[in-house]
């Protein structure tokens, strides 16, 4: 079998004043690979911009498999 990227999503969870269930961000056109420091990074942007806390993310990837 034959695996190619396809693309890669990163939703961010942040609850707050209001949405307390929690509030999802979703970012698309991600790299291939990201890393912990780079969504802790994310997480640490969105906290600046607004009176939210980062809870957790999410991260898909979508590949295509080919059956050789």
Same mark, same amino acid.
């Given at each position: %079998? ?11 969870? %942040? ?13 698309? +056109? %991600? ?13 640490? #942007?969105?906290?600046? #911009?607004? +009176? ?15 059956? +050789?």
């Amino acid at each position: %079998m034959e695996k190619s990227w396809l693309k890669t999503a990163v939703s961010i969870t %942040m609850t707050g004043e209001g949405h307390e269930k929690g509030l999802k961000r979703s970012f698309a +056109n %991600m790299p291939e690979v990201v890393s912990d420091d780079q969504i802790k990074g994310l997480g640490n #942007v969105l906290e600046a #911009v607004s +009176n939210d806390t980062f809870d957790f993310a999410t991260v898909t990837t979508t590949e295509k498999i080919i059956n +050789n």
